[in-house]
């Protein structure tokens, strides 16, 4: 069976030697002292491996069982779920007003990898309510907010979000649910919604779903869209629980992984719904969910790879098969363990250096997120704005493709349920569909975000490696080995976004041909930046005297594989996104 192991120190390695989050001038992040932020990341690394991570093949073997109209969760997870509401996890960057913890979102997200690493299908439960908590938060009347904020804070009423219908997930402007205004101001919603992810459960006293429908009468197609409130059980004037509502399960899903959630069709009935910001602005309030849940996905992507690296190291390390071809190294046993071969090891520095690439993007990910959300920095939403479908697609590719990679370190072991690997793999996968596919990321990124505010924001990220390029020369290993790939890499990325500008305009099939490979070109120059940050600061360290040699070390050696095996893949995206649409395109759809 596998097991999981928190990173404490490689979070605390992003937080205080890269990120210096006590340096910087956003409020509440002078208190993340060094010590403070290792109790609580050691705290939650212990629940994750003690009490999550045992729980994820009870989830992937038993699933989730309507019955009645109840979904019976996985054999633990309800006791599990109080544990995790009783230390406070689910509160820890909420608002103290609704009694939350007010921690930055960094060390949200940070617990965050190690609960999804754990169990991902597990913290689903209290992601989407968090997501939810958030777009409330952000839209909601303070009557609103009184009323919910409490009970989603501690998790004792969790959320959902509810875009999906049969006829449409990426285009919502096709959507068929109704809400019909009643006269005291609530809507009576009508329709059915698909793939809805902890939809029902029996986790929660309450469940407050947040619904998209479109208001009678109003304009045709997504701008005729509009955001509810629409709890399972209709709540007293006291906030004490009151009649059921017109919602219910119409079935769950039998699906490929995360077997733990439940995945609902949800039947609305004139369901009492309360409209959520303003009428037919719903995808404006939604959107403060999916930005957050796109972040959430493109971490499910990078820790579920993150979990399979650890326990492919494990195995690597155990597993006697052939000799080192350079000589035996386990003379006295009956063969060398499986990482003494260059393939192997191949295959793990490739893992490796994703996965730390990644934590570091997505913390600086979250690091600009607080930065506006409490330091009210505008630059900073652009920068985030523009880097989220890159988060998302980019690292949930590469986490599902690096879940299957660290299956592939087991052989058949890895590909048989014993082992644990199948389930990494399996749950990985779906991270790269919903919030949006993978291709639609793409399409976010190269149509709309690249030319926001006229290029505005991806002129900073251009000028951001520049100027660390510019400040950080002059050593000559450092030089060579992080500062040139990424230059090169760099160019190439700004070559793209050069093709698009001038082949886009005459034909929007030459940009949109080359708009996965673009995010994922962006995905490699993001991660070669982090890498030549985590380098700089590991070396640094080094030259200060820091005691833990092996461990910077191993920073750099990892950084420089990054440099030299992965970012070059730059230049086969630009190739690709130069040949243009032609030969995408060249075929007619009676000839595939
Ligand atoms: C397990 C699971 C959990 C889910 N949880 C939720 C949830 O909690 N709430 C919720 O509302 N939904 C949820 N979903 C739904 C999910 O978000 C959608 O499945 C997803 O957005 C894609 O929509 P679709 O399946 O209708 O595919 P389609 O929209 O039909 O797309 C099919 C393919 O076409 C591509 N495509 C579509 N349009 C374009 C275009 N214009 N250009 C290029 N490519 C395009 C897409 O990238 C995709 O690859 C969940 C789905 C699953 C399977």
């Known amino acids: 069976m596998p097991s999981y192991t928190a990173p404490v120190k490689d979070m605390q390695f992003v937080l205080h030697d890269v990120l210096k989050v006590t340096e910087q001038d956003i409020p509440g992040y002078d208190e993340l002292e060094a010590d403070f932020t290792s109790a609580i990341l050691e705290e939650a690394g212990k629940i994750s491996s003690e009490v999550l991570q045992p729980l994820n093949v009870v989830g992937d073997k038993e699933g989730c069982v309507l019955e009645n109209g109840v979904v019976r969760t996985p054999t633990g997870f309800k006791e599990a779920f109080e544990q995790m ?188 719904g309360y409209l959520l910001g303003t009428e037919h602005k719903g995808m404006r309030a939604m959107f403060t969910m999916m930005n957050e849940a796109r972040m959430g996905v493109g971490l499910q992507g990078y820790a579920q790879a993150a979990v399979a690296y650890e326990n492919a190291v494990i195995y690597a390390n155990d597993r006697l098969q052939g000799r080192a071809v350079t000589g035996a190294e386990n003379p006295d046993g009956p063969a060398d363990p499986l990482i003494v071969h260059p393939d192997i090891r191949r295959n793990l520095m490739d893992q490796k250096s994703f996965v730390e690439g990644a934590r570091a993007f997505t913390f600086w990910g979250a690091h600009l997120i607080d930065r506006h959300v409490r330091g009210g920095d505008e630059a900073a939403d652009g920068l985030i704005s523009l880097l989220t479908p890159v988060i998302k697609g980019f690292q949930t590719d590469k986490g599902f493709e690096y879940a299957v990679a660290a299956q592939q370190v087991y052989g058949g072991h890895g590909y048989i349920e014993e082992w644990g690997m199948s389930q990494f793999a399996r749950d990985a996968r779906i991270a790269m569909i919903y919030e949006g596919a993978n291709g639609v990321q793409a399409l976010d990124l190269v149509g709309r975000k690249l030319a926001q505010d006229g290029g505005k924001h991806v002129m900073a990220f251009f000028d951001l490696v520049k100027s660390f390029i510019k400040d950080n020369g002059g050593n000559e290993e450092f030089d060579k080995a992080f500062l040139e790939p990424l230059k090169a890499a760099s160019k190439d990325l700004q070559a793209a976004g050069m093709y698009f500008m001038q082949n886009g305009m005459k034909n929007p099939n030459h940009a949109l041909a080359g708009s996965y490979d673009f995010m994922h070109m962006f995905g490699h120059v993001c991660l070669g930046l982090m890498w030549a940050k985590m380098g700089k600061a590991a070396m640094d360290a080094l030259e200060g005297g820091a005691s833990d040699t092996a461990f910077y070390e191993t920073k750099i050696a990892t950084g420089k594989y990054y440099m030299a095996r992965q970012l070059p893949a730059t230049g086969m995206h630009l190739a690709r996104i130069e040949s243009g649409a032609d030969t995408v395109m060249a075929l007619d759809a009676a000839n595939f």
């Not at 913890?101 to 439960?125: C, L």
Request: hydrophobic share 35%; with cysteine.
């Open 85 to 272: 509401k009783e230390g406070g996890w689910t509160a820890l960057d909420c608002d103290p007003e609704y009694g939350g913890q007010g921690m930055p979102y960094i060390m949200g997200t940070a617990v965050g990898e190690m609960m999804v690493s754990a169990n991902m299908a597990f913290n689903m439960y209290q992601g989407l309510t968090h997501g939810a908590y958030s777009a409330i938060h952000a839209h909601g009347t303070d009557a609103q907010k009184a009323t919910y904020l409490p009970k989603m804070v501690s998790c004792e009423w969790t959320g959902t979000m509810n875009l999906t219908e049969p006829h449409c997930g990426t285009d919502l402007g096709l959507m068929r649910t109704k809400a019909a205004p009643q006269d005291d101001g609530s809507y009576k919603i009508t329709g059915q919604k698909i793939f809805i992810s902890a939809g029902e459960h029996d986790m929660a006293d309450n469940i407050i779903h947040l619904v998209l429908a479109k208001i009678e009468g109003g304009p045709e197609g997504i701008k005729g869209v509009s955001l509810f409130i629409v709890p399972k059980f209709l709540v007293n004037d006291d906030n004490s629980v009151g009649a059921r509502n017109g919602v219910s399960v119409g079935s769950i899903e039998e699906k490929m992984g995360i077997h733990g959630n439940s995945t609902c069709v949800m039947n609305y009935d004139e369901a009492t």
